[in-house]
């Protein structure tokens, strides 16, 4: 029997079952496919709250201080296991192609200056000097010299090796078929594997975590949204920043990868790549580098984001149910939000005390 059942092997599932092993905490952690199978491996690692969140609030305060975590947390993980995740913390640029896309980032960038963050607004001759190779057509832009990106791939990697070596114990390919339930209180899960039995169980497992709910008679809206991802060579194209634009985004990784994104298709619990979503993801981001309409096809895949009704995580206890929470919901912000979730929801499970869940606990949806 464990201090703490994880279900769901994805970034959060995985980035928890890490911080609570660190901890000192007995972890099981199981999924049902692969580790990190489904929105964690298709994204494109980005770390950018400031493009992310619209609005100022919970959310972007939420984003900025996990970014400001991830120097440190990939540190520990790559000097933990040996393996490199392609932190790059080297500032992105976003673009206004038009008039009225400009008066929308403008707005955009007053609020963040008032707020204190280091943003930048440009016109055109600047944002070709920070990024040569955009089209001489953008406008303006809000340059962030603080955001970036991480191989989420390799984060994966390292974080399924970082369990390993915790001695959290990983079973994958273990599907949950029930929730055990003593006398009031959850014990565990019943799975094709057999019982497993903990003090406290955590429900990680991203747009299927409604589903897991259910088998509790709870109506928790979370739905699965599905995101289609390509990635073309970077061979004679040498960018230097992640561009974002209104109808894509271009991200170029130290692997030799530009990656370039995404759609966001209510597709239910499909994850197949479409031809219709693959051709409006390069159409998407051509316009703003006209270069790349000479790269190199590479690959495409798709994966499953959770999305929630508010657009916010479920972060905390499951009212009415001892021994359950929830640890979902990021939708396409499950790389960057990994640390500050991690740690915030370690914190809850170690003290009881909901500090800093507040505006994201589950109980906004279920009473």
Not at 49 to 64: H, I, N, T, W
């Amino acid at each position: 029997m464990s201090d703490c059942l994880v279900v769901g092997g994805g970034i959060i599932g995985l980035s928890l079952a890490y911080e609570l092993s660190r901890r000192g905490m007995s972890v099981t952690l199981v999924e049902q496919g692969e580790w990190g199978g489904q929105a964690s491996s298709a994204a494109a690692g980005m770390l950018a709250p400031l493009k992310e969140f619209s609005a100022p609030g919970p959310m972007v305060e939420l984003g900025m201080d996990s970014l400001r975590l991830y120097p440190q947390w990939a540190q520990e993980l790559e000097e933990h296991t040996a393996g490199d995740v392609q932190l790059s913390l080297e500032g992105l640029v976003t673009v206004a192609m038009d008039e009225a896309e400009s008066e929308q980032l403008r707005a955009k960038y007053l609020w963040q200056k008032e707020a204190g963050y280091d943003v930048h607004w440009m016109g055109c001759k600047e944002l070709l000097e920070v990024e040569p190779l955009l089209t001489d057509r953008v406008q303006a832009g809000i340059y962030s010299p603080g955001e970036g990106h991480i191989n989420n791939r390799l984060l994966l990697r390292s974080l399924v090796t970082a369990c390993k070596i915790q001695g959290v114990a990983l079973l994958s390919g273990c599907v949950v078929k029930g929730i055990a339930v003593k006398a009031g209180r959850v014990i565990g899960v019943e799975t094709t594997s057999g019982p497993i039995r903990a003090d406290h169980t955590i429900v990680a497992s991203g747009a299927w975590a409604g589903i897991m709910l259910e088998m509790l008679d709870l109506a928790i809206p979370v739905r699965p949204v599905r995101g289609q991802i390509a990635a073309v060579s970077s061979v004679g194209i040498p960018l230097r920043t992640v561009i974002f634009g209104t109808s894509g985004y271009i991200t170029p990784k130290k692997d030799g990868k530009i990656v370039i994104g995404a759609t966001e298709d209510e597709s239910g619990f499909q994850r197949e790549v479409t031809l219709a979503g693959l051709a409006s993801v390069l159409n998407g981001v051509m316009p703003y580098v006209p270069a790349l309409h000479a790269a190199a096809f590479l690959e495409a895949w798709g994966g499953l984001r959770p999305a929630t009704a508010d657009g916010k995580p479920l972060l905390g206890p499951v009212p009415g149910w001892e021994g359950l929470s929830l640890a979902g919901g990021h939708f396409r912000n499950g790389i960057l939000l990994s640390p500050v979730t991690a740690i915030r929801m370690a914190d809850y499970l170690e003290s009881g005390q909901t500090v800093g869940l507040e505006p994201l606990l589950p109980s906004r949806f279920l009473s």
